[in-house]
C-alpha cells in the first residue's frame, strides 16, 4: 500500500519517525528495506565512530529522521527535488536538533557535483529513484568516502528482468534474457553496474546486502579505496539452458564455449552480471544481532534467509519449474531442501521468492529428488 496526497494531515509513525506526508509518496511495503538501511547504518556507526548520511531523494523525510534518530547520524542532509513538499518536509524534520540537518530542493546530480567538488563526503548515500539509478551512479560514487555506503533502488523491472533485451543493453550495457530467476538476475545486474562504474573510477565495491520485495529492487554496497579490476572473479555471465533447465556461470574467457552439457545446445546467456555474493555474511551478522535487539522479528526472519543463500550459486529453482519439467505435483520446498541437504548438497530457501529454493544441487538430481518425495 501507498500513500500520496491523500489524509494530507493525518500523523504516520514508522520506527522512531513521526511525519505528515503531505504530497509526498510513501509506499507502506518498502517499510522493510528502510529497516535493513537503518540496521546497516547502526553497525556502521559502532565501527567507524561517524555517520554522515545524504538522503538524496527525501519525499517526505521518513527515511532522513530514522538515520537521524535510529541510527544516531551526525548529520543528515535531506534533498528532494520537488520544491513544492518543501514546507512539509521542513515540518517533519523540525524534530530533529538545527545542526543535525540540511534540507535542499536541488537537482541530485548538481549537488553530488558540488559535494565532491568541496570534498564534502559522505558515509552513506540513500538514493531511493524510481527507475533506474544510473544516471546518478557516478556522482555518488565520487561524494562517498572511502569504506563508506551507497544505497541503490532500481524499479527498472521490464529493462532489468529480461523482457526487454535490447533496451537493457542500451540503458544498462548488459544483454539480458527471460529464464525462471529473472528477479535474482536483476539485482546482479544492478550489482553488476555499480561494479562497473567503480572500476572506471579506480574503485571497488562489496555488497552489504540486496533485496528484491513488490517490484522494487534495492542494493546496498560499500565502496572500497583504489582497487585492480579482476575480469575473472565476481564479474561474468549466466548461462540458461531452456533444453534441460539447467544454470551454468561463465567467466568472459568461456563465452565461446557457451554450450550446455546436456544436450551441447547453446545456453541463452545474461550478462555481464555480478556473480559473488548477494550479501556480505559479518554485515548480515551484526545487522541480526540488532534486529533481535530492536525486536524486530519479521527483519531478523529475512537476515536469517539472506545467511543461508549467501554461499549459494547466483540463481534459483522455482518449484513450479521443478514440478512443470518433472511432470509432478509441487513438492514442498522445506522438505525437497531437506532432502538434497542429506543428499550431501548445499541447499536454502531465497528472500527472492517464496516458492522457490536456492542449491548447488544440478536440476536433473533436483527433479529426480523432487519425484521420490511425490
Same mark, same amino acid.
Given at each position: ?29 518498502? $517499510? ?9 547504518? #547502526? ?6 565512530? $561517524?555517520?554522515?548520511?545524504? &538522503? ?30 518543501? &514546507?512539509?518536509?521542513? #515540518? ?17 546530480? #548538481? ?5 565532491? %567538488? ?6 552513506? %548515500? ?17 561524494? %562517498? ?25 542500451? #540503458? ?88 550446455? &552439457? ?34 524486530? &522479528?519479521?527483519?531478523?526472519?529475512? %537476515? ?71
Amino acid at each position: 500500500m501507498y500513500f500520496s496526497g491523500e489524509n494530507k494531515l493525518d500523523l504516520y509513525q514508522e520506527g522512531a519517525a513521526k511525519f505528515v506526508l503531505g504530497e509526498a509518496f510513501y509506499r507502506e511495503s518498502s $517499510r522493510i528495506s528502510r529497516d535493513l538501511g537503518v540496521l546497516v547504518a #547502526q553497525v556502521y556507526r559502532q565501527r567507524a565512530g $561517524r555517520l554522515r548520511v545524504l &538522503d538524496g531523494m527525501s519525499g517526505a523525510g521518513v527515511r532522513s529522521l530514522r538515520y537521524a534518530l535510529e541510527a544516531e547520524a551526525d548529520f543528515v542532509w535531506a534533498n528532494e527535488g520537488n520544491p513544492d513538499l518543501g &514546507d512539509r518536509l521542513q #515540518q517533519n524534520l523540525a524534530a530533529l536538533p538545527a545542526d543535525r540537518y540540511c534540507l535542499s530542493h536541488r537537482s541530485l546530480e #548538481q549537488l553530488l557535483g558540488e559535494r565532491t %567538488i568541496e570534498k564534502d563526503y559522505f558515509d552513506l %548515500i540513500d538514493l531511493d529513484a524510481f527507475g533506474s539509478p544510473l544516471v546518478f551512479l557516478q556522482g555518488a560514487l565520487r561524494s %562517498i568516502r572511502y569504506g563508506g555506503l551507497l544505497y541503490l533502488t532500481s524499479t527498472d523491472g521490464r529493462s532489468i528482468s529480461g523482457q526487454l533485451p535490447e533496451q537493457s543493453l542500451r #540503458q544498462w550495457g548488459a544483454w539480458i534474457r527471460s529464464h525462471p530467476a529473472v528477479q535474482e538476475q536483476a539485482l546482479r545486474l544492478l550489482l553488476g553496474a555499480v561494479v562497473q562504474q567503480a572500476a572506471l573510477m579506480g574503485l571497488g565495491i562489496e555488497p552489504v546486502f540486496s533485496l528484491y520485495r513488490g517490484q522494487v529492487y534495492r542494493v546496498m554496497v560499500r565502496v572500497l579505496g583504489k582497487q585492480n579490476w579482476q575480469t575473472d572473479q565476481s564479474s561474468g555471465f549466466l548461462g540458461y539452458c531452456h533444453s534441460c533447465g539447467n544454470f551454468q556461470t561463465l567467466a568472459w574467457r568461456q563465452l565461446g564455449q557457451a554450450v550446455c &552439457d546436456c544436450t551441447g545446445r547453446y545456453l541463452s546467456v545474461s550478462g555481464p552480471l555480478w556473480l559473488g555474493p548477494l550479501h556480505g555474511v559479518d554485515w548480515l551478522t551484526a545487522m541480526g544481532s540488532l534486529a533481535q535487539e530492536h525486536h524486530w &522479528d519479521s527483519t531478523a526472519a529475512l %537476515i536469517q534467509t539472506m545467511q543461508a543463500e549467501t554461499p549459494l550459486p547466483p540463481y534459483y529453482y522455482p518449484l513450479g519449474e521443478i514440478g512443470r519439467r518433472g511432470k509432478m505435483d509441487l513438492p514442498k520446498r522445506d522438505r525437497l531442501i531437506q532432502a538434497l541437504i542429506q543428499a550431501g548438497y548445499q541447499a536454502s530457501p531465497t528472500h527472492i521468492h517464496s516458492e522457490a529454493i536456492k542449491t548447488n544441487a544440478p536440476f536433473p538430481d533436483c527433479i529426480a529428488l523432487a519425484q521420490t518425495l511425490s
